[in-house]
């Protein structure tokens, strides 16, 4: 990668821009320039996201966004929990992922712990992961979609997305924050259907792609809107921390999943589509061809389960796992190590972790740090969304004010994990 | 965990104090080290520049690094405040491209009091690399490495806003998640869960 001199890419503040505007004696009534604020209530900035604009006419002059509407100190929160507890936290940090955080953590702490995962443990939740993709994708298209004007395509993810929520429902008891995974494994085993529903949906998942492709992709009105918006170079790109779809958008082949494999993904076979356009366009292409290929990595993870139909979904752990809930009821030894987890918890050795895992938006990392006690000394998440919002203004600098909402709809923002 | 105030931290060294932690590993023999992702536990500058001495990270930190640990497969170098960016130069010209991830540990009432830790990761070698700076309650000030990355601009921000770490040459150093007129780091481990009351 070649090296970058980007001293300029430092967001001005929203102050400077006020200010700017103010020395050129435009308080807004001026014929140059104009401060807009965008947000945070407002139906395109997909949550509480609040940018503050200076406008040329119709173009960004400089941009500068403003978070922390929605903190609510989950890392604080994480430090007064057992490590078990932390697992619903996680959910809700991107709830549109929230198997994806469940495992970063899980996996996070098993490093600590230095567990070993059974593989039907790690292949249903290379699984369930990957699920999660799909609908995280589709959750993305239907939104950005709408951003541009093309309504049918909300109703249509929507559907989709139901039958994914179906199957988590199934798993979990919950359609969004499932809070499935635990250390040392899983909650449940899968129900008698799930795997007739998750072939169900694997099977009409291609076909439906490509009715939103028949939909979007060669639609004139989709394509003014998208090409050649939002452009962001390789080296801007790696610059501004940007990561998964929006960096393999720009050209820079890596993804998590393959490059430095966890759970179990080297097991499977799959390309990670990469594009070196870099515009919304190309991040629109980059993330269908990713849903594709999420299909066909749970295709492969439904064989793999097909050959072991039953199995340990937990790691053998008794003073981790909580035990099988007959055993608990039959044996004093599962009862006091049920009682202790649950009153006590489980003390986690003393060290430092940090473990990354691809999520639909880019590098999840879950830094945790442990001083030999049952709660985490410190929990810190490293969350895609917020540094690719660092990348927003050199994104759309020199565009048009319409393009803004093309592009904070092509880095697929979740104000909830930027914000914590 | 309701309206219990926040527990203070128990005194437990802690994995980067001094003393080499509760997982001290095996010996570092003259065998079976060439590969490091093979070895054991590694605690102490010695032991790991002696094991790893072909890693890229190790090679690029060896004039600046004051301890180093290779624990749970993860390297840690820790440098010294005022090296902070020569060290990220150095990791970044040894193929260490990409900023990941930087922020602080509170380990009150110790002292040195925080531990700040940036994550680096190399797209070319597929490594990670953490560098760790220990700061005094004292002087609560460490140079900005937005020169280097222009992505730690919101990290440090992060930092700054939630445990009261100064960055100094950082272009805009203001709140980022709290409100600007709030008191307090809440972070920090004398901050209270609940808040003050």
């Given at each position: 990668?070649?090296?970058?001199?980007?001293?300029?890419?430092?967001?001005?503040?929203?102050?400077?821009?006020?200010?700017?505007?103010?020395?050129?004696?435009?308080?807004?009534?001026?014929?140059?320039?104009?401060?807009?604020?965008?947000?945070?209530?407002?139906?395109?900035?997909?949550?509480?996201?609040?940018?503050?604009?200076?406008?040329?006419?119709?173009?960004?002059?400089?941009?500068?966004?403003?978070?922390?509407?929605?903190?609510?100190?989950?890392?604080?929160?994480?430090?007064?929990?057992?490590?078990?507890?932390?697992?619903?936290?996680?959910?809700?940090?991107?709830?549109?992922?929230?198997?994806?955080?469940?495992?970063?953590?899980?996996?996070?702490?098993?490093?600590?712990?230095?567990?070993?995962?059974?593989?039907?443990?790690?292949?249903?939740?290379?699984?369930?992961?990957?699920?999660?993709?799909?609908?995280?994708?589709?959750?993305?298209?239907?939104?950005?979609?709408?951003?541009?004007?093309?309504?049918?395509?909300?109703?249509?993810?929507?559907?989709?997305?139901?039958?994914?929520?179906?199957?988590?429902?199934?798993?979990?008891?919950?359609?969004?924050?499932?809070?499935?995974?635990?250390?040392?494994?899983?909650?449940l085993e899968p129900p008698m259907q799930f795997r007739e529903q998750v072939q169900n949906f694997l099977d009409i998942m291609p076909g439906k792609i490509d009715q939103y492709e028949s939909l979007l992709t060669g639609n004139p009105i989709w394509m003014g809107r998208l090409k050649g918006v939002g452009y962001l170079s390789p080296e801007d790109a790696v610059a501004l921390?940007?990561?998964?779809?929006?960096?393999?958008?720009?050209?820079?082949?890596?993804?998590?999943?393959?490059?430095?494999?966890?759970?179990?993904?080297?097991?499977?076979?799959?390309?990670?589509?990469?594009?070196?356009?870099?515009?919304?366009?190309?991040?629109?292409?980059?993330?269908?061809?990713?849903?594709?290929?999420?299909?066909?990595?749970?295709?492969?993870?439904?064989?793999?389960?097909?050959?072991?139909?039953?199995?340990?979904?937990?790691?053998?752990?008794?003073?981790?796992?909580?035990?099988?809930?007959?055993?608990?009821?039959?044996?004093?030894?599962?009862?006091?190590?049920?009682?202790?987890?649950?009153?006590?918890?489980?003390?986690?050795?003393?060290?430092?972790?940090?473990?990354?895992?691809?999520?639909?938006?880019?590098?999840?990392?879950?830094?945790?740090?442990?001083?030999?006690?049952?709660?985490?000394?410190?929990?810190?998440?490293?969350?895609?969304?917020?540094?690719?919002?660092?990348?927003?203004?050199?994104?759309?600098?020199?565009?048009?004010?319409?393009?803004?909402?093309?592009v904070i709809g092509s880095i697929d923002i979740v104000l909830g994990e930027i914000d914590r | 965990m309701g309206g219990t105030p926040n527990p203070l931290p128990v005194p437990n060294p802690?994995?980067?104090?001094?003393?080499?932690?509760?997982?001290?590993?095996?010996?570092?023999?003259?065998?079976?080290?060439?590969?490091?992702?093979?070895?054991?536990?590694?605690?102490?500058?010695?032991?790991?520049?002696?094991?790893?001495?072909?890693?890229?990270?190790?090679?690029?930190?060896?004039?600046?690094?004051?301890?180093?640990?290779?624990?749970?497969?993860?390297?840690?170098?820790?440098?010294?405040?005022?090296?902070?960016?020569?060290?990220?130069?150095?990791?970044?010209?040894?193929?260490?491209?990409?900023?990941?991830?930087?922020?602080?540990?509170?380990?009150?009432?110790?002292?040195?009091?925080?531990?700040?830790?940036?994550?680096?990761?190399?797209?070319?070698?597929?490594?990670?690399?953490?560098?760790?700076?220990?700061?005094?309650?004292?002087?609560?000030?460490?140079?900005?490495?937005?020169?280097?990355?222009?992505?730690?601009?919101?990290?440090?921000?992060?930092?700054?806003?939630?445990?009261?770490?100064?960055?100094?040459?950082?272009?805009?150093?203001?709140?980022?998640?709290?409100?600007?007129?709030?008191?307090?780091?809440?972070?920090?481990?004398?901050?209270?869960?609940?808040?003050?009351?």
């Amino acid at each position: 990668m070649a090296s970058v001199e980007a001293p300029n890419m430092i967001t001005p503040g929203i102050e400077d821009i006020i200010a700017n505007a103010q020395m050129h004696g435009n308080d807004g009534s001026g014929d140059h320039t104009m401060v807009l604020n965008m947000g945070p209530q407002h139906p395109s900035t997909h949550g509480v996201l609040r940018l503050v604009l200076e406008i040329d006419g119709e173009s960004i002059v400089a941009l500068a966004p403003d978070i922390g509407y929605l903190h609510t100190g989950i890392e604080k929160t994480c430090e007064a929990k057992f490590y078990q507890q932390v697992v619903p936290l996680t959910d809700r940090i991107d709830y549109l992922c929230p198997m994806t955080n469940n495992l970063a953590y899980c996996l996070a702490v098993e490093k600590l712990l230095e567990l070993e995962i059974p593989e039907r443990a790690q292949i249903l939740r290379v699984l369930l992961n990957e699920l999660t993709r799909i609908q995280s994708h589709l959750v993305w298209l239907g939104t950005h979609a709408m951003d541009i004007g093309a309504l049918t395509m909300f109703l249509y993810c929507w559907r989709e997305r139901e039958d994914i929520l179906r199957i988590f429902e199934a798993l979990s008891g919950q359609r969004m924050m499932t809070s499935y995974f635990r250390i040392g494994g899983l909650a449940l085993e899968p129900p008698m259907q799930f795997r007739e529903q998750v072939q169900n949906f694997l099977d009409i998942m291609p076909g439906k792609i490509d009715q939103y492709e028949s939909l979007l992709t060669g639609n004139p009105i989709w394509m003014g809107r998208l090409k050649g918006v939002g452009y962001l170079s390789p080296e801007d790109a790696v610059a501004l921390g940007v990561t998964g779809p929006p960096l393999r958008a720009s050209g820079v082949d890596w993804d998590l999943r393959r490059d430095m494999p966890y759970s179990g993904y080297e097991k499977f076979k799959f390309d990670v589509p990469v594009s070196t356009d870099g515009d919304v366009w190309a991040r629109y292409t980059v993330r269908l061809l990713e849903m594709r290929e999420s299909v066909k990595i749970c295709q492969q993870a439904m064989d793999m389960l097909a050959s072991m139909p039953s199995g340990r979904i937990v790691a053998d752990a008794p003073k981790i796992v909580l035990p099988d809930r007959e055993q608990m009821k039959t044996q004093m030894e599962s009862l006091i190590h049920h009682f202790k987890i649950v009153t006590e918890g489980f003390a986690v050795p003393a060290g430092e972790v940090y473990q990354a895992v691809e999520s639909p938006r880019g590098e999840m990392g879950y830094y945790v740090v442990s001083d030999g006690t049952a709660k985490p000394y410190r929990v810190h998440m490293r969350n895609p969304s917020f540094a690719t919002l660092q990348a927003l203004e050199t994104m759309c600098k020199g565009r048009l004010l319409a393009d803004v909402v093309a592009v904070i709809g092509s880095i697929d923002i979740v104000l909830g994990e930027i914000d914590r | 965990m309701g309206g219990t105030p926040n527990p203070l931290p128990v005194p437990n060294p802690g994995p980067t104090a001094a003393s080499p932690g509760p997982h001290p590993g095996p010996e570092p023999g003259p065998s079976a080290l060439s590969e490091h992702v093979n070895s054991g536990p590694l605690f102490g500058k010695e032991a790991v520049f002696e094991a790893m001495a072909h890693n890229a990270a190790v090679k690029a930190l060896s004039g600046l690094a004051t301890d180093a640990k290779f624990d749970r497969k993860e390297l840690t170098i820790t440098v010294a405040r005022e090296k902070i960016i020569v060290a990220c130069e150095a990791v970044k010209a040894a193929g260490y491209n990409f900023f990941e991830d930087v922020t602080a540990v509170d380990w009150y009432p110790q002292e040195p009091r925080f531990q700040l830790s940036y994550h680096i990761l190399s797209h070319k070698l597929k490594q990670r690399v953490r560098i760790a700076v220990r700061l005094d309650s004292a002087g609560l000030t460490i140079d900005s490495i937005t020169s280097v990355w222009p992505s730690a601009n919101f990290y440090e921000r992060e930092v700054f806003d939630l445990f009261g770490i100064h960055f100094a040459g950082h272009p805009r150093l203001t709140r980022i998640m709290m409100p600007e007129n709030w008191e307090g780091h809440p972070l920090r481990k004398d901050y209270p869960v609940e808040g003050y009351r």
